[in-house]
Nanobody
């Protein structure tokens, strides 16, 4: 069992920044890959970014490349999403997710490949 708790969401003006955190507990956090997804009203949940177990490998959806950075601190059992140059179209509920496959290396973009999810945190970007 894995528990994930996101925090750091809020209301920000376009061009601003936010840093999301996802605190994990319950299993050996450092062994598995993590991902961030988002879901806007009326839309499907979409992939944003993923990071492997060590933090050395990351992957981003095209729309956030150069603006968002995913990172992790295995000593603190936490994964982060630094979001800069925010746009109104980034408005969504952001979820972190854990991929418990034993390799921990492969970065998956399909939400159905993730095993555990947090409750989400709202990010609203005003124009």
């Amino acid at each position: 069992q894995v528990q994930l708790v996101e925090s750091g969401g809020g209301l920000v003006q376009a061009g601003g920044s936010l840093r999301l955190s996802c605190a994990a507990s319950g299993r050996t956090f450092s062994r598995y890959a993590m991902g961030w997804f988002r879901q806007a009203p009326g839309k499907d949940r979409e992939f944003v970014a993923a990071i492997n177990w060590s933090g050395r490998s990351t992957y981003y959806t095209d729309s956030v490349k150069g603006r968002f950075t995913i990172s992790r601190d295995n000593a603190e059992n936490t994964v982060y999403l630094q979001m800069n140059s925010l746009k109104p179209e980034d408005t969504a509920v952001y979820y972190c997710a854990a991929d418990l496959r034993p390799d921990g290396e492969f970065l998956r973009v399909n939400r159905h490949d993730y095993d555990y999810w947090g409750q989400g945190t709202q990010v609203t970007v005003s124009s």
